[in-house]
């Protein structure tokens, strides 16, 4: 579908003509962005444009993995090549591979910018876009410093889109799928490093052609090609919309998204706990009663500053947005991206030759990717916490023995070592791979969700940027020693996990305000708060009181004050 126009009227005139602005009128502006994909259709090909994204993502992470060794790219680019006679290649190496995640940075942070102003459709179609031009530019590259500028390019628009996809999918799902949705992207960036091992592998009898190492990274065009081409089907994000005064917009996508009437309750409820999420962001103040009567400004106008991330109060923006920044580093600390970039050379370190080593290198992420379907079917069962804990709590064993097996360093060392990190996947598949992307989509409130995820992803891409780095010359130096210093970053998360990290499981996105507000007014830790059983529904009277929303606020369209609480129909308000 193209992009939806602005549903915001030019209500200037006289009192009469803003009064003529019925429910009537409403309902019929809410059809006209009727959708044509609904339910389990709509969802399904979020999900997909959602997925496709994240294997794009993690087809970047792994493509360099087994490429670093290959005989063609040593020979375009010597600087790779680690020796006796030249020490300080380990560092070009890393610095290589490394540079990948400043441009991540930088498009993860200029989303502070232009996440809210541009939309997460329009977002993504420009992270794919500038995406194509850097794989392009990778694929062409014929000396060491193009190779790192297309890299930076590259990052940039995965920057882009790794801040926005999990919001744009997460503001789109329903509360009780939403952790099994987002998760399954977790396993498509484990599928997109597996097919990356295996086009890696394949190419690498290629050895006579550039092909050898310029085909895999062409590949990833494909990908941004089949998602910005998809991107325009579907509809903006109806957080997004009620954010931006496109109140009928929402409703309509709101709608498709549950495949029920716009007067059904439980559309009725999202759409007033969204509205309600914006009058209380707005300092506590009533939405605007028309969309644009001249006397204020439209609520799509309406720009977030910066320093609502530094506040507190009910809506605990500083605590929010800090706990998705630590989140993201807590995932990227636990060394998982010292196997997922640098796989195929970790086993050749064990001994293994050229060609077992990527074989085997291919099945540790085809296991990866299985591994995280385990993760899919225990995330809304047993809760975001307990996995995340469970997972730290596995890869910080799995660290002390890499490395106690390799101060030992023979034969059979050597073989369970291969094994172990297996399990470390294993583990990081159940505990962190999609889930930091999901907690970090769902812990912060409607206002700052765009900059916060923003600075989250930037967090993600900062301390990727330092495992990713630091591995070479780190082996070369302290060789197992590498190991227990993940080891010790592991046991450093776990009690931050368990005493900050609010569950987030089964609750809307609006919910967590409610949460965050309750535990502000009575003086406790969120995290109690989230694990009780009383906590009331957003748009309920009693969540409205907990959020200090009151009951009379102006949730109206048209601009007739109503009571909401005693209004019927949600098409009746317009």
């Known amino acids: 579908m193209a992009t939806p ?9 006289s009192e009469d003509e803003k009064q003529d602005y019925t429910h009537t009128e409403f309902e019929a502006e809410v059809a006209s962005h009727a959708l044509s994909l609904r339910g389990r259709k709509l969802t399904a090909s979020m999900a997909f444009v959602a997925g496709t994204g994240f294997t794009l993502f993690g087809y970047d992470q792994g493509v360099m993995s087994a490429l670093l060794t290959a005989g063609q790219f040593e020979k375009v680019f010597p600087q790779v090549v680690v020796s006796a006679g030249h020490p300080n290649h380990a560092t070009l190496q890393s610095f290589m591979v490394a540079v990948y995640e400043v441009g991540c940075l930088f498009g993860a942070l200029s989303n502070l910018w232009i996440g809210d102003r541009l939309g997460r459709r329009r977002t993504i179609f420009l992270g794919g876009s500038i995406m194509i031009i850097g794989a392009i530019l990778q694929t062409t ?13 590259t990052g940039i628009g995965n920057g882009l889109n790794s801040s926005t996809v999990p919001s744009y999918h997460a503001e789109c ?11 399954t992207e977790g396993t498509l960036i484990t599928f997109g490093v597996t097919i990356s091992y295996w086009i890696d592998f394949a190419l690498y009898w290629a050895s006579g052609s550039s092909a050898q190492w310029r085909a895999p990274v062409a590949l990833q065009i494909v990908l941004a090609l089949i998602m910005i081409g998809t991107i325009g089907f579907l509809p903006e994000s109806p957080r997004w919309l009620v954010k931006h005064g496109r109140y009928a917009e929402a409703v309509a996508v709101l709608s498709a998204i549950d495949d029920k009437p716009p007067s059904d309750p439980g559309v009725q409820r999202t759409y007033y706990a969204m509205r309600e999420a914006v009058a209380l962001e707005d300092s506590f103040t009533p939405i605007p009663k028309d969309k644009g009567d001249g006397t204020g400004d439209k609520p799509k106008d309406r720009k977030v500053p910066l320093k609502e991330l530094l506040t507190g109060g009910r809506s605990q923006n500083f605590r929010r947005a800090t706990l998705a920044i630590v989140c993201q580093c807590c995932q990227q600390i636990t ?9 195929t050379v970790l086993f050749e370190r064990l001994g ?13 992420g085809t296991e990866y990717f299985m591994a995280s379907f385990i993760a899919v079917a225990l995330i809304d069962r047993v809760g975001r916490r307990k996995l995340m804990l469970i997972g730290t709590v596995g890869q910080c064993l799995t660290m002390v ?7 030992i360093d023979n034969s059979a060392s050597q073989v369970v070592s291969a094994v172990l990190l297996f399990v470390f996947n294993t583990f990081h598949a159940i505990g962190w791979l999609g889930m930091a992307w999901l907690y970090c989509a769902e812990i912060v409130g409607l206002k700052i969700r765009a900059p916060a995820n923003a600075l989250s992803t930037a967090s993600n891409w900062t301390f990727n940027f330092v495992v990713v780095m630091i591995t070479g010359p780190s082996f ?7 190991y227990i210093v993940f080891a010790a970053l592991n046991a450093c998360a776990l009690p931050v996990i368990y005493f900050f990290f609010p569950e987030t499981a089964g609750r809307s996105l609006e919910d967590m305000d409610v949460v965050f507000a309750l535990a502000y007014n009575e003086g406790v830790s969120p995290v109690e708060v989230s694990l009780r059983k009383d906590v009331p529904l957003a748009g309920s009277p009693e969540a409205d009181r907990i959020l200090g929303v ?8 048209g601009g007739s004050h109503t009571d909401r609480l005693s209004s019927p129909s949600l098409v009746e308000q317009g």
């Open 476 to 482: 070369n130096n302290i060789s197992w020693g590498t």
């Open 352 to 364: 293994i030759s050229n060609v077992n080593s990527r074989i085997i290198a291919a099945a540790n």
């Open 401 to 407: 023995l890499l490395a106690i097996l390799g101060s």
């Open 141 to 153: 590259a014929y000396s060491y410093a193009q190779l790192v500028v297309a890299r930076i390019v």
């Open 550 to 557: 009151a009951p009379s606020v102006d949730l109206t369209v």
């Open 335 to 343: 060394g998982v991206n010292l196997i997922t970039y640098y796989a």
């Open 173 to 183: 799902s329903p509360a009780a799928k939403r952790g099994t949705l987002i998760l």
């Open 5 to 13: 126009k602005d549903s915001s009227r030019d209500l200037s005139g």
